[in-house]
């Protein structure tokens, strides 16, 4: 059973920083594109950041500057690093990947981890 969680959220101050993690876990070849998306109350999902096997990256311009997107493909772990944050930023925060098994392509997603700024 191949399993997305996440973990790192949390309350912050605006201008704080957090981490979040992402670990994939269970039986699959390898990890193609990984991605963060939000999620705000009344808001649909939307994509903040993407970084590929090769470790290309894409940022939501919302996001650009203050967030930075990184993977350990060792490890299976996305990460992303939200540094000077806003209280627009509060959301549940989704991981997002596609898994190799064998020659086919999977689409997964985690549970989402909180994070609210706010003073």
């Known amino acids: 059973q191949v399993q997305l969680v996440e973990s790192g959220g949390g309350l912050v101050q605006p201008g704080g920083s957090l981490r979040l993690s992402c670990a994939a876990s269970?039986?699959?070849?390898?990890?193609?594109?990984m991605d963060w998306y939000r999620q705000a109350p009344g808001k649909q999902r939307e994509l903040v950041a993407t970084?590929?096997?090769?470790?290309?990256?894409n940022y939501a311009d919302s996001v650009k500057g203050r967030f930075t997107v990184s993977r350990d493909n060792a490890k299976n772990t996305l990460y992303l690093q939200m540094n000077s944050l806003k209280p627009e930023d509060t959301a549940v925060y989704y991981c997002h990947a596609l898994l190799m098994m064998g020659r086919l392509q999977y689409s997964y997603w985690g549970q989402g981890t909180q994070v609210s700024v706010s003073s």
């Open positions: 269970g039986s699959f070849t390898s990890i193609n594109d």
């Open positions: 970084i590929t096997r090769a470790t290309i990256t």
